[in-house]
């Protein structure tokens, strides 16, 4: 006899499937971050160089040479929640959030490329992930990488398969700014850039995408140029 879970339509089988691995990568987050590993427990190394560059920002002082040693998206973030009565709540939260919208950007992205049931595999896999879920209980680059990145490569994918020219030009304007936030965090991802650029070169013709590259620049330029000048004023040369 089916039962009344059978008789519910397709769609809302798979809600309640991604709704509960959601929910247990946020469980599963919260009891890291806010009772195994709190992350202003552990400021020492990288950790203690983001949070006192994060005060310093808060503060109003003036950023040196030496600032420009790593990328400067992830003190700049942070610097916002020193502006709070408690600061390391909010990041705990902040991580903690993070760390769910990359499990559901992540099944998005999948979903799009691969189906539904791949899709709930990519999310419960990273929900579990222990280095995701690690990484949320310090003060590092690492979390907000990983949610621009998913946000990246989600536009990227929208702005690739969308059919509609105006939904493609929307979504490889938020690819393209998407890119340099990732490289705010870590310029690793810059990398990335060259080899989508040869991709692009190969595949533009299959897939429409010649009017995309001006709307991907259009992102890209004007924060990466920001990015420049602002660490060139700070070193007193072009950078």
């Keep these: 006899m089916p039962t009344r879970f059978d008789s519910q339509p397709k769609e809302k089988k798979e809600f ?18 806010f009772a195994i590993h709190p992350p202003e427990k552990y400021l020492y190394s990288d950790m ?11 503060h109003g002082v003036q950023e040196v040479p030496w600032d420009t040693f790593c990328p400067s998206g992830t003190p700049y973030l942070y610097s916002l929640f020193f502006h709070m009565p408690n600061p390391f709540l909010g990041i705990k939260i902040f991580n903690v959030i993070a ?5 559901y950007l992540i099944y998005r992205s999948t979903e799009i490329l691969f189906g539904g049931k791949a899709a709930l595999i990519a999310g419960f896999f990273s929900s579990i992930n222990y280095l995701f879920i690690d990484f949320s209980g310090y003060v590092l680059s690492e979390t907000p990488f990983i949610l621009s ?35 705010s965090f870590k310029t690793s991802i810059l ?14 013709k299959k ?15 004007p924060f990466f140029i920001v990015i420049c000048l602002k660490t060139s004023l700070i070193l007193g040369q072009f950078s």
């Design 149 to 183: 990145l998913s946000l990246m490569f989600y536009f990227l994918i929208k702005s690739i398969t969308l059919g509609d020219y105006s939904s493609k030009r929307i979504y490889s304007l938020l690819s393209g700014f998407t890119i340099v936030l990732c490289a």
């Design 207 to 221: 897939y429409q995408l010649t009017q995309n590259l001006s709307f991907y620049l259009l992102g890209f330029l």
């Design 99 to 103: 760390g769910v919208l990359s499990c």
């Design 16 to 33: 309640i499937k991604i709704a509960g691995i959601l929910f247990l990568a946020f469980l599963l987050r919260v009891v890291f971050v």
């Design 48 to 58: 203690e160089w983001y949070t006192i560059k994060a005060i310093k920002l808060a």
């Design 191 to 204: 990398l990335f850039v060259p080899i989508f650029a040869f991709w692009w070169i190969l595949n533009h």
